[in-house]
């Protein structure tokens, strides 16, 4: 179970209109920029608005998409002499549903605004020219376009100094304003982005998870030993009254979670920078390095301590009702070395999902995972004797969480290395893992099944791990239509031989690319039917190159997915598109026998 890891990632595209005019790409949204003056004086400050609008069902991705690799809808200003543009203000996305997609997207759709404050200089008198590029990817229900970008200026009068002006626009802004409050206020009262997820069961998942998480990190030596201590002192206060020991541990928890939530609502609200700062590979790779790094202090290479003085604030200094708030306030400090790593790939989740209520939901959640153990042993602590004292077995635990923190390490790298080599890296962590800490660690504890607890372990990292290589080998062997690199001579040599064409135009963003490879030409029946064709795979990803400009030409392809068949007398016999999606295998497979026999005249749809 990865938290980081959203549900599916999404983009593709087809032929941009101004490069190749002589393909009906549609006219997707309109630009235009407006100033909230009507004239500008040096050293004038004001704003520069750029409304974008959408036509018909298509919609572009929001500045901070809900998938890591998704392309963001971003404004650039041109450089201009004696101005100096802030950093650009975004509306917040609408959260929708798509076919191609299990989980929602965030994306624009209908009219938006993004503004940005403006300083001017010294400017000389007479005329301003002000200009930017919006730069977005289009999509619809089934099929994108290629990420592409529109230009936009606006002439404004420079006067002198001392001239009077006017406010223009304003209810443009007001309504972009507006707008982001409504949009933000939805999500924290219905639950948007929430309502989705809990559609397709991604978040009670994600939240069972983090609640057992939340469990699992008392066991590190950074939380346990803080436990009796905490215990002792709900003793002290509650004069064997189990109401109030009930209540004060209800306080710890209270602090806690107080403390949990502020930091998942700041991470979410400050989300935008490292949700872009995510799409940088040496930030991914910076993560994935700190991981490493706590997993080298949990196999004993380095300890990371806590200054003694905090230690005694969670500690219980403290007296009353306060005194169990200001210590469930100050634990998750105390405890930081050991749940750190835990909490930033959470924090990173939360970040790309840039929703408040997501970030306090789920940190709340983390937090009464971690209190509920106070809870019960506060309550009813005057029956409870004795804990397994902390020992050699809490160095177990930490190899454990550093099995854990190393596989963490392997998932934020996965789009830096081939898929191959991710899925050896990480079901070999995990299998060796599960031996170390199962079978060969020589840990002992005072109380008998520990031994018991060390077995299952490591037999669940062993199972996941094997599990992990064998699914990736099952899918690697499974039947497949056999491509080849798209090749001209060989498009040549099939029709002059009279053998049919199957061509797959696709992308390596195209998510429907991906799907109509698994559902349509992994199955049985066109396996079997693609046995007579010459089976050709046509990369478009790198849509500026040339070879990709001139396949574009050449076949008209205006988008991706694109699949064609030319049949055995070399003439296109029918091609395909976002329709694929829905197909069932055995139609497509009738549609290609057909195409092999050319049983009917030609027909192209």
Known sequence: MRIVQLAMVFAFFALPGMAQPQINTPKVLSVDAFLSVDKIRPGDKFKIGVEFTLHGKWHINSHVPSEEFLIPTAVTFTEAKDVQFGEPAYPAGESRKFAFSETPLSVYEGTSVIWADVQAEDLQTGELLLSGKLNYQACNDMSCLAPTGQAFQIAVPVVAAGTNIS??????????????????????????????????????????????????????????????????????????????????????????????????????????????????????????????????????????????????????????????????????????????PFVLSLLTYVAVQGDPFIGFLLFFVLSLGLGLPF???????????????????????????????????????????????????????????????????????????????????????????AWNATDAWLSANAPHVSWEAYDEVQVTEAKASGKPILIDFYADWCLPCKQIDHDIFGAIAVVDASAGFVTLKADLTKEDSEMVTNLRNHYQVRGVPTIILIDKNGQEYRRFTDELVHMVPEEFAKLMAEAGGAVAANHVE
């Open 167 to 340: 406010q223009i626009n304003q209810d443009k802004f007001a309504s972009h304003a507006g707008k982001l409050s409504a949009l933000a206020g939805e999500r924290a009262q219905s639950g948007n982005e929430i309502g989705k997820l809990i559609s397709g069961s991604g978040l009670l998942l994600a939240l069972g998870f983090i609640f057992l998480g939340g469990l699992a990190l008392n066991l590190t030596p950074c939380v346990y030993p803080i436990i009796p201590i905490t215990i002792s002192f709900f003793v002290g206060q509650s004069s064997g009254k189990m109401s109030r020991s009930f209540f004060l541990a209800l306080v710890y928890i209270l602090g806690m979670s107080l403390t949990y939530s502020a930091l998942g609502v700041v991470a979410a609200m400050t989300g935008g920078l490292l949700g872009s700062s995510l799409q940088n590979p040496m930030v991914t790779l910076g993560i994935a390095v700190v991981f490493l790094a706590f997993a080298a202090s949990m196999f004993g290479a380095f300890e990371i301590r806590v200054p003694t003085f905090l230690n005694n604030l969670a500690g219980g200094s403290k007296q009353g009702v306060f005194g169990s708030l200001f210590m469930g306030l100050t634990v998750g400090i105390v405890a930081a070395p050991c749940i750190g």
């Open 375 to 465: 809870l019960i042993l506060g309550t009813f602590s005057g029956s409870v004797k004795n804990l397994p004292r902390s020992g050699e077995w809490m160095n177990w635990v930490k190899k454990v969480f550093g099995v854990v923190m190393i596989a963490i390490a392997i998932y934020f790298i996965s789009s830096l290395i081939p898929q191959k080599i991710y899925v050896a890296l990480l079901s070999v962590s995990l299998i060796l893992g599960g031996l170390l800490v199962g079978f060969i660690d020589k840990s002992t504890a005072s109380f008998a099944w520990f031994g018991g607890i060390k077995k299952i372990v490591g037999i669940a990292l062993i199972s996941y791990g």
